[in-house]
């Protein structure tokens, strides 16, 4: 079956830009994660998506929003870019919980100018 | 609040040889486990997880175990491959179903 796909998979963006990231989850994963991975930070839990709903949220400014449809998909989206928010952005999904372990996308790679 | 705590890489083996990575974490309760692994250019791949004390993971030839006396959940491969060359991520689930990540291990195995 088809694993997590995100897009577009590299981004070049400008100071204050703002951005928007897509992730399919795989079919029939209801809960969906991002993470965001720097060199300097490691790798830091964003927000969670269950049933459309957020179900949890990380220690980041309200520049970071998402959302997630009701076919599961999410999108996630960063206003005002900061150069501090180059990073790689990556999706995780999983049927319920974490529990069973996420499945994680290949990431997009934001680059801000 | 929650964290994990992995050696430091990069880690440089011969290949056959045997690995070790340390892991320690810090968590209120009762959290799952896990080691994921990055390949350059990819995103995280779940290795092995233990979801209660004293279960072992294991996959691919890896194995850890969940040591709550100890809080750790150290990783070993009796006999590494140059495949093997990646950066493996030590990580926990607890409540709040985010999973809290070490600072990863790069692992490169010579041939």
């Known amino acids: 079956k088809a694993g997590v796909t995100q897009t577009p998979r590299y981004l070049i963006k400008t100071r204050g830009q703002q951005v928007t990231l897509s992730c399919s989850p795989i079919s029939g994963h209801r809960s969906v994660s991002w993470y965001q991975q720097t060199p300097g930070q490691g790798l830091q839990f964003l927000f969670e998506?269950?049933?459309?709903?957020?179900?949890n949220k990380g220690n980041f400014p309200g520049r970071f929003s998402g959302r997630q449809f009701s076919n599961s998909r999410s999108e996630m989206n960063v206003s005002t870019l900061e150069l501090g928010d180059s990073a790689l952005y990556l999706c995780a999904s999983s049927y319920m919980t974490g529990l069973y372990g996420y499945t994680f996308g290949s990431g997009t790679r934001l680059t801000v100018v | 609040g929650n964290s994990v705590t992995q050696m430091e890489g990069p880690v440089t083996l011969s290949e056959e040889a045997f690995l070790t990575i340390n892991c320690t974490y810090t968590a209120t309760g009762y959290p799952s486990l896990f080691w994921y692994v990055q390949y350059p250019g990819e995103g995280l791949q779940l290795l092995l997880k233990?979801?209660?004390?004293?279960d072992k993971g294991s996959n691919k030839g890896f194995e850890a175990t969940y040591r709550k006396e100890t809080t750790s959940f150290h990783l070993e491969k009796g006999s590494v491959q140059v495949s093997d060359s990646a950066v493996y991520f030590c990580a926990l689930l607890a409540a709040g179903n985010k999973l809290t990540f070490g600072g990863g291990t790069r692992v490169l195995v010579k041939p």
């Open positions: 998506y269950f049933s459309e709903t957020q179900r």
């Open positions: 233990a979801t209660k004390a004293d």
